[in-house]
Every structure is written in C-alpha cells, then in structure tokens.
C-alpha cells in the first residue's frame, strides 16, 4: 500500500521550507501569492491531504459525503440536495452541502477545504469549464467522486444526469406536432455539457422539418430568470413571428414569460412555451408552464446507489441516464 505523503513530501516537492507549507496549510497572509501557488500545487502532485483533526474526524470518514452543488440559489437544486440527503441518510451517511455558485476557483477550494475534514467522497454538480484532470486527481488521492447533472468530459468519474436530449425532444415534438414550426431554444451556456444535450434533443425534433434552422432561433443565456428575460428580448428582436420555444430550464422560462409581458406578447397564446425541471412554482403561474418533468428523488437515489458501490470497491456503471416525462400545461 502506498504511504501517504506528508509536509515534508510537499515541501521538498514545491522547493520550500516545511514552515512555509504550514503557513500556506493555515491560510495565513504571511507567505506571498508565488509559494503559496507553489505548495498547491505541490499538494496535489503528491497527493497530501491535510488532516486538521485526525483523531477525531477519522472514524467519521464513513459517513460524511461532501455535496458540491453548483447554484443553489435554483430551485431545482434544493430539491436535488433534498433527495441526496434523503438516500444518504437511508445508506447512514451525512452529507456536508456546499454551494460552488457556478465558480471553478471556489469549486477547487471547497473540496481542498473538504478534504481535510476526511470526507467519504464527493458528489459534485460541477461548476463550467470543469476539467477531466481536476476531477481525477481528487480520485486519484482516495476520494471516490460522483458527478450529477452534468459530464466532466473524459473523466473517469461515474456520473448521473437525467435523459436531457429525450426532454427537449419531447418538447419540441409537442409542439410540432400542433402545427408550429417556428420554435426556438433559449438558455443555458455551451461551457456545460446539459445544454449540448438539451439542445441536441431540440435539434433532433427540428430536424423532422427539412429545411435549415436559422441560427437566431437558439439564443445561449446565464441559467437564471435574468437569462430568461435577455434570451426572449434577443430571440423576438431577431424572430418576432416566432410561435414556441423551448427552454433550457423553467427558471428561463419564468425570466422569458416575465418578459414577454413586457413585450407585449401573449405566452402560450401567441407564443407556447415549455421549460425543463418541473419545479413546484411551475404549476402555479399563470400561465401554467409546461415542462419537462426530472425526478430528483430518483436522481439521489441513482448517486447513493453508484456511491455505496465505490466504498465497496465495486465498478458502478460509468453513465446513469435517469428517465424524464413531459407534462402539459396551459402554456403549450
């Protein structure tokens, strides 16, 4: 069995002093931003895991399961860490939710932090831009990780998304298959493999027209109510006969149906609308919107599954698609 690395391993690794890296360990403001960079660096070369407490946190490494969610100010995000906890809490585990607020930097931190308090393993939603590197080095140094929601392209991490190209198809073939023909899709960023798949379902259905789409009918937006309200603004300045759309997700739809009001439009009368998640406000609004429905109870229940797995040393599946359903409301 490999020996752990230790402060002395990283202080010859980086070219520093050991009371350098124990500055930089302590987060203190006395070592400059070069060696500080240096020791990080030098950590996850050779691995070390600083331990704040190793008497104590040792025997809770089994039970606590570091959750990384990436926007928790999202709705569906609450539900998801809902479900996680729930089925973790079934296995007897803990989970310690953070929230990386889309951020790669903070995202980095958070698990270095997390690392040190011995976690079982990580479930992380990434945030954009993730790299396969980043992710299989923190396996690499003993902590199983599960990806949800989003791929890290090329990583070794097993992963659980819901089946986002059959939503958006879904979608866009209710709406074709009510004469439309004009539909867009607006929202998400082409950093994060959910919106190339949500797309790819979009362009699948579209495909059934035979002619060219014109690029102005997919307009990428920040994946918030704020996304929502510029997406539309663009979408009708460019396609002001557009006759439905399909969103990225229902916080884009909430910003676009918003807005559309303001434009003076009429949503699911003039222009029919669908969103993604099927969050509980989604039924409420006026319109009722109609979405694409994820469970994010089986969600948590597919990632503590494929975890209980990885603590028994057992090969999950590399990819779990997660069934999703359209449900049909006023707005379409």
């Not at 100010?73 to 929230?99: C, D, R, Y």
Request: proline share 4%.
């Amino acid at each position: 069995m490999k020996k752990k690395a230790n402060v002395y391993d990283v202080a010859e690794q980086a070219g520093v002093s050991k009371s350098t890296v124990s500055l930089v360990l302590t987060n203190s403001d006395k070592v400059s931003k070069k060696s500080r960079e240096k020791v990080l660096k030098a950590i996850d070369e050779v691995g070390y895991v600083y331990n704040r407490d190793a008497a104590s946190l040792r025997s809770k490494k089994s039970s606590l399961v570091a959750v990384i969610i990436n926007d928790l100010t999202n709705p569906f995000a609450a539900k998801l860490a809902i479900g996680l906890e729930k089925h973790l809490n079934q296995q007897g585990m803990v989970s310690m939710l953070v929230n990386s607020g889309e951020d790669l930097d903070r995202q980095d931190q958070l698990v270095r932090t997390l690392k040190e308090y011995n976690v079982a393993a990580f479930i992380i939603c990434p945030a954009p831009e993730t790299k396969a590197t980043w992710v299989d080095n923190i396996i690499r140094q003993g902590f199983p990780v599960i990806s949800i929601m989003r791929e890290v392209p090329f990583s070794t991490s097993p992963t659980v998304i819901p089946d986002n190209r059959k939503g958006t198809f879904l979608a866009t073939e209710h709406l074709l298959n009510q004469g439309l023909t004009k539909i867009a899709f607006i929202g998400g960023i082409d950093t994060i493999s959910d919106y190339h798949e949500r797309l790819s379902g979009y362009l699948d259905a579209m495909s059934k027209i035979g002619s060219p789409l014109p690029s102005t009918y997919q307009v990428q937006a920040k994946t918030n109510r704020q996304g929502g309200r510029d997406a539309i603004s663009t979408l009708l300045a460019n396609e002001p006969n557009v006759e439905g759309i399909v969103c990225f997700s229902d916080v884009i739809a909430f910003g676009a149906i918003e807005k559309m009001r303001i434009l003076g439009k009429k949503p699911g009368e003039e222009i029919k609308i669908i969103g993604f998640d099927d969050l509980e406000d989604s039924g409420l609004m006026s319109p009722s919107l109609s979405s694409i429905h994820i469970s994010a109870d089986k969600i948590g229940e597919a990632a503590c599954k494929i975890l209980c797995q990885q603590l028994s040393n057992e090969t999950p599946e590399k990819h779990t698609i997660v069934d999703v359903d359209i449900i049909c409301r006023d707005s379409s």
